[in-house]
């Protein structure tokens, strides 16, 4: 009893870490195009609207709440805001330089967020780690897009992804978590505010809100394990891994992704083919159960035997 309940209580204590440690990264498209004005209001352009839903939001954070906001076209540093708890007398100041101008490159930005949240991840353990794009078309480098998404999702990190007065639904729409469509500034700070604050509509869901709904339902054995698992997922940089140490005569390379990518390919002791042991396996079996068949077999023969000689 003592045992569950010491389960009981560390489940509830991480899983309130989990809930309080929220840990966003923002990725702002700042490309030439989202210089354009919006469909429904030709007087406001797409980066205004964007700036103005940003301050929106961020002046309405926790104040522990850790957020990164980059941009795909920095020209020093792509981090306007570095991910760390979020200085709201700053905000202002920095999202008024944002700035419509360059190209659409997604693909190496959403490496530098994850990257940025996989590090956070590393030494907080617990929490809740989103990547957000926000961008009103496709990636100049779509090649990096599809090398780096599927290995960032498979870590476990949640992402949503928003278009800005798209004339068609981004092609990400069914890649990642979930997908929202802003076609005016108004739907545009809504979207935004539905990620980052979690303020969900009837209609849209946001796939990482509910996890600790589920936790709460489950047996506290059964949700110890699953928080270490989240706490354990590999948090290395997305992408090729550099070489393991060196076993034998040759280099064993660690693949890109995973919980269990840091366990090294390591050659194991020589034994008996597959086949054989299999072979080997089955005739122990056998054997085993024929010896049991035949004790019981001679245990009933002696009990009848004795029973026969008491009756005469």
């Given amino acids: 009893m003592l045992g569950k309940s010491c389960l009981l209580s560390l489940s509830m204590l991480l899983c309130g870490e989990l809930i309080a440690g929220q840990n966003i990264v923002i990725v702002l498209d700042d490309s030439g195009s989202m210089g354009e004005p919006l469909r429904s209001d030709r007087r406001t352009q797409k980066i205004d609207a964007a700036r103005s839903a940003l301050r929106t939001v961020l002046e309405q954070l926790p104040d522990d709440s850790q957020v990164g906001v980059l941009v795909l076209n920095g020209e020093q540093d792509a981090w306007l805001i570095p991910l760390a708890p979020i200085d709201k007398a700053e905000v202002n100041s920095v999202v008024g330089r944002i700035r419509a101008s360059g190209g659409t490159p997604l693909g190496s930005s959403i490496k530098i967020a994850a990257d ?80 980052v604050l979690g303020e969900s509509s009837a209609d849209t869901s946001d796939a990482g809100e509910s996890d600790f709904e589920i936790l709460q339902g489950l047996p506290s054995e059964v949700a110890v394990v699953i928080l270490n698992t989240l706490a354990n997922q590999g948090n290395q940089p997305i992408g090729p891994q550099r070489p393991a140490a060196t076993f034998g005569s040759g280099e064993q390379q660690l693949p890109p992704g995973g919980p269990f990518d840091s366990v090294p390919n390591v050659p194991m002791p020589r034994s008996a083919p597959a086949g054989v042991r299999g072979t080997w396996s089955t005739v122990f079996s056998f054997l085993c159960a024929c010896s049991l068949a035949v004790i019981v077999l001679a245990g009933v023969g002696i009990l009848l035997v004795v029973k026969s000689s008491g009756r005469r």
């Fill in 116 to 195: 940025a949240l996989l590090q956070a991840r590393a030494k907080q353990h617990y929490g809740t780690y989103k990547l957000l794009i926000v961008t009103d078309g496709e990636a100049g480098d779509k090649e990096l897009v599809e090398q780096y998404l599927p290995d960032i999702i498979s870590r476990g990190l949640v992402v949503d992804v928003i278009g800005v007065d798209m004339q068609q639904t981004h092609s990400l729409a069914t890649k990642v978590q979930t997908y929202r469509r802003a076609d005016d500034a108004r739907s545009l700070e809504q979207a935004i505010s539905e990620v």
